[in-house]
């Protein structure tokens, strides 16, 4: 008995011994999964473009945590991940870097350090359709609808750089802070606790899909530029820095126009004369806030609004004639 008891621990020995004298990997599988990950071609595209000049982290690889509770949200493509950050960089980073405004090294420190790349659309549990993640922090930025984006389709350009400019004007207020209780008294009435009041049927009722983040006369008529600045005083203030820089001159000018316009009220005197209230009242916050954005990027972000907004105009023509042309001789 005593001779198998010791024979049992003599191998019990050589065992331990063995496994002793193997070198275990000084890096996890986890990490070894990511290092090998990162040699691809996008990868080594996106961090000479993006991360060593800007700091900028790209997260194209599905990380379900990242996205908005109650949002239906799916991983990018791959193929479309380039198209969209080539996109952004141009119309957004080389914006601001111009020599005119913010300068060469504007981005240094300001960029969201990361950026999280999503498949479809952000929807929430009302069905209304969202510039961005709400749960997000400034230096992040939530870039959705990849699988659809085309750099040739101009509403779909449109679309993502209304969505890039908004959260980077979020970004922009957390650094440059700004007078919010100034700027939430000038609406501080407008704004809704939830999509499912009304907002989501409105904007279901928009049935071109390519015209949901537009300038929209229903939010004219209520003092803002776009519907999805009737969601939080901070909304609306971002709403006015993209819609602003993606838009042109005429058409907020359109806006104001559509702000001040009654609806109609038929041919009850008091009907008209609340028409008329209704519409004075819209126009005056409307014009009020525009003043205060441009006032606040011109005396505390340091760039001109209407420079810049020609600045971006002709930058978006410029891209999207490009890439016709690009089109055209393939």
Known sequence: MN???????SLLILVVSGCSREKLSDLSVVDSNKVERQHTELDRWIRETLTLPY???????????????????????????????????????DLYTQD??????????????????????????????????????????????????????????????????????????????????????????????????YLATVQKGITDRNKIFSISDYGNKRGTLTINALLSAQDDFCEIVSATITYTAKDIKQAI????????????????????????QAHHELVTK????????????????????????KLMRTYLSTEEKSETDR
């Open 100 to 197: 005119e405004f913010g300068g060469k090294d504007f981005m240094k420190g300001k960029a969201p350090i990361k950026i999280y790349m999503y498949g479809g659309k952000n929807v929430d549990i009302h069905g209304f359709e969202l510039l961005s993640n709400a749960t997000a922090i400034g230096s992040e930025m939530h870039i959705y609808n990849v699988n659809d984006f085309d750099p040739k389709d101009q509403s779909k350009v449109y679309a993502l750089m209304r969505s890039v400019h908004h959260q980077f004007a979020r970004r922009l207020s957390e650094l440059f802070a700004y007078d919010r209780d100034k700027f939430l008294a000038i609406s501080k009435n407008r704004y809704v606790s939830s999509t499912g009041d």
């Open 55 to 93: 700091g900028i982290e790209v997260i194209y690889r599905w990380e379900r945590n990242a996205a908005q509770p109650g949002s239906f949200t799916y991983p990018p493509k791959a193929d479309n991940v380039k198209a969209v950050l080539e996109t952004a960089k141009h119309l957004w980073i």
């Open 290 to 313: 525009l003043d205060f954005v441009n006032d606040y990027f011109s005396k505390t972000v340091g760039i001109n609004m209407v420079r810049f907004q020609r600045a971006s105009n």
């Open 3 to 9: 001779t198998k008891i010791l024979s049992l621990l």
């Open 257 to 280: 126009r559509n702000a001040q316009t009654p609806y109609p009220s038929g041919d009850d005197p008091q009907d008209q004369q609340r028409a008329l209230e209704a519409a004075k």
